[in-house]
């Protein structure tokens, strides 16, 4: 209860801090019959730097972010998509009487078969056709001419970061809930290899620091340098499994790409973690 009551808390404060920053530019993009939003904040510093914030709930990274531009410069394109006051992590658009859902760091993919399956029916009898893709793409591309004006990419993310537990039902079995995602959710466990695993060609951990916290990079030298600062940091594959995630679409493309973690509501951690980052870029 406790960290239920922490969590809300410094939501509230990240969210806060969010409002009172008003973003440059308002981009509307049409999805199906539906409207999301990139909101693109520019600070006044010239930077090279742009970060990606995809994830609407992960207020705590947005926060984190903000305060980087305001102290260094650079650009933060940030997707909008729900009602005024509400936050979610998944995006829902209407389409032909049918409602679709996708997570929007799962759409930056050229393979179809993939990109079709990243996209679920919530509501209606609706099908993942080309349209329904098409429109899904046309946001992806959106994005990634936005984030890619930058030399340097840093996507911003929370995690959740709750150990594996035993989850009571109703009239049925215990359900167990895995371990959440974290940095050693990329190391090989009990001869069982994940897709994380698959897409990890180095992992430096450094033992004192929380597990929600640490780095995804796409290039050697980004490792090298944050693993000797003692980040924890994972080297993303030269071919890496390909879930439609923007490290993927970077790697692909030759994008210099980091991808910044931390727990919900942990502004201050992942302030630091991105301000080590910038004295070493």
């Known amino acids: 209860m406790k960290n239920i009551f922490v969590f809300l808390v410094f939501n509230f404060i990240s969210a806060a801090v ?5 973003p440059s530019e308002v981009l509307p993009i049409s999805l199906g019959e539906s409207t999301v939003y990139l909101h693109i904040f520019i600070a006044t510093k010239p930077s090279d730097v742009v970060y990606a914030h995809v994830h609407e709930n992960e207020v705590a990274s947005l926060a984190a972010g903000l305060d980087m531009i305001k102290q260094y410069g650079g650009t933060i394109v940030s997707l909008s998509h729900s009602p005024e006051g509400k936050t979610n992590r998944n995006v829902n658009f209407k389409y032909q009487g049918s409602v679709y859902q996708f997570d929007p760091n799962r759409i930056y993919t050229e393979d179809d ?3 079709k399956a990243n996209i679920t029916v919530v509501l209606g009898k609706g099908q993942v056709t080309h349209e329904v893709m098409n429109t899904v793409r046309n946001l992806a591309n959106t994005i990634t001419s936005r984030v890619s004006q930058g030399k340097l990419i840093i996507a911003l993310h929370n995690n959740r970061n709750v150990p594996a537990q035993v989850q009571r039902r109703w009239f049925r079995k215990d359900v167990i809930d895995p371990e959440s995602y974290n940095s050693t959710s990329y190391v090989m466990k009990c001869d069982h290899s994940s897709e994380s695993n698959q897409s990890c060609d180095d992992i430096y951990i450094n033992p004192k620091m929380n597990n929600s916290e640490f780095f995804i990079t796409t290039q050697r030298n980004d490792f090298e340098m944050l693993s000797k600062k003692r ?32 727990k919900h509501g942990r502004v201050k951690e992942q302030f630091t973690m991105l301000d080590a980052l910038t004295s070493g870029n």
């Not at 969010?18 to 008003?22: A, G, S, V």
């Not at 030759?254 to 931390?262: I, K, P």
């Open 18 to 22: 969010i409002c009172q920053t008003k």
């Open 113 to 115: 078969n993939r990109l």
């Open 231 to 262: 980040i924890t940091v994972v080297l993303q594959n030269q071919t890496p499994v390909d879930d439609g995630s923007m490290s993927v679409w970077a790697a692909k493309n030759n994008m210099r790409y980091l991808n910044s973690e931390a």
